[in-house]
């Protein structure tokens, strides 16, 4: 503990000038370098000012552990989802916030802090508080930079920009290694990335890397969403019935432990498993579900609504597949979203209103999934490649076919550029 700051933060919190407090006992000076941890005083200088603020070594040592626990404490109940525990021990901890900033836990705090906007979807707030965190960056110790850097992976991960965040848990793999103990969740998200990502096998990988550590740790929910996210997997690579198995598992799992949450995701990712064996009008019961459990404008709700809405026109049913896209896109608050640009595609499909799909797909929606999502992006290039050669413009259509196979060679083989 460093005691100087620690007799700042009262000294302020008291009024006292550095003159009425060192008077008789050291010089301001003296006291000016002690409270800027430049300068150690003595333990007879350092007890008599601390009597004098009616304060105690001891107790405040004591006084800094706690709050080191509860640090730790804040931290795995994030990493466990224990969001009730977090959202207490956040409350608790804010009401230290000028005190810690005055003890050698000030950057974890805030680091801490970071996680929880993540944890509680405040995006806003982590942009905000990492912007101003920025300047600090060289003052952090090793393992605080490791923090920053996986929770920016995290940060474009839910912000659906999923190159960028694999390249940055790419640069910290070794670290994760080293600190594997304090943070237990990187695999869980690098296996998360790469799925969204469609890089199966590396997310087969991670997965089970997860799953391990989660198992040595007794994190049960993150244990049943790794299992998700393996069944996940196993619907992109056919493995239907095992995929089955462990959704009908954790649907039931989830039910027991009670987790809206997680059963949403779970009846999601069952409308994909339906989907994906061709029976439309089921799957299109599990996608309901789970948009009925959800928030609306939100990722997860749109990720839902698209899935609802190409279902619909696969069943033909295009014109409640464009009152749905009508209701979500008058709320839609951000139109550089992936998510505008794919229910976008889908109503100029369901209206069929062919030729300003084609120009919204050539102008907006590959350029974007280009960037952003190269599953999406092979999907737009093929539709453009039929378009063409439906017109006989087979040049056109030639070029786009030849774009799709490069898309599909930086997939497979996870390349950051063509």
């Known amino acids: 503990m460093s005691i100087g700051r620690i007799i700042y933060y009262h000294r302020k919190k008291q009024n006292k000038t550095q003159e009425q407090l060192c008077q008789g006992i050291c010089s301001p000076t003296h006291l000016s370098k002690i409270e800027n941890n430049s300068k150690e005083g003595n333990l007879e200088t350092m007890e008599m000012l601390c009597y004098r603020l009616g304060i105690s070594i001891e107790e405040e040592n004591k006084k800094t552990q706690y709050l080191k626990r509860q640090l730790a404490q804040f931290y795995e109940a994030i990493e466990r989802l224990n969001r009730d525990h977090a959202e207490r021990l956040y409350q608790e901890l804010v009401t230290y916030k000028e005190y810690i900033q005055c003890t050698e836990m000030v950057y974890l705090y805030e680091l801490y802090m970071l996680r929880y906007f993540l944890f509680t979807n405040n995006i806003a707030e982590f942009e905000h508080v990492s912007y101003t965190m920025k300047k600090n960056r060289n003052k952090f110790s090793s393992f605080e930079k490791y923090l920053w850097e996986f929770f920016q992976g995290i940060y474009y991960a839910q912000i659906q920009q999923y190159t960028q ?30 799925g969204y990502l469609k890089h199966f096998t590396l997310s087969l990988h991670y997965a089970y890397k997860a799953l391990r550590i989660f198992q040595n740790t007794g994190n049960i929910l993150r244990i049943l969403h790794v299992k998700i996210g393996l069944a996940v997997n196993s619907i992109y690579i056919n493995d239907l019935e095992r995929a089955e198995t462990m959704l009908d598992t954790a649907l039931n799992d989830a039910g027991m432990l009670r987790d809206k949450t997680t059963k949403t995701t779970v009846l999601h990712n069952l409308g994909l498993l339906y989907k994906k064996k061709e029976r439309l009008q089921e799957s299109l019961e599990y996608f309901f579900q789970s948009l009925e459990l959800k928030s609306k404008n939100t990722i997860g709700y749109y990720n839902t609504v698209v899935e609802v809405a190409q279902v ?25 979203s992936t998510k505008y640009v794919e229910l976008m595609v889908l109503y100029l499909e369901a209206i069929k209103d062919f030729k300003r799909l084609t120009d919204y797909l ?22 453009l490649a039929e378009y063409f050669r439906e017109k006989n413009d087979l040049s056109t259509a030639n070029q786009y076919l030849k774009l799709s196979n490069e898309l599909l060679k930086k997939l497979l083989f996870n390349q950051n550029h063509i």
Do not use: C
């Not at 694999?166 to 790469?194: G, M, N, P, Q, R």
């Not at 619909?312 to 550089?336: G, P, R, S, T």
């Not at 050539?362 to 290039?381: D, T, V």
């Open 165 to 194: 965040a694999i390249e940055i848990l790419e640069k910290i793999e070794e670290k994760a290694e080293l600190y594997s103990e304090k943070v237990t969740d990187y695999y869980y998200y690098k296996a998360a990335i790469h």
């Open 362 to 383: 050539i102008n907006r929606g590959l350029p974007m999934m280009k960037k952003l999502n190269l599953y999406q992006a092979i999907k737009y290039s093929d539709r």
């Open 312 to 336: 619909l026109i696969d069943l033909n049913e295009n014109e409640k597949a464009v009152n749905l896209i009508q209701e979500v896109l008058k709320d839609f608050k951000d139109e550089q």
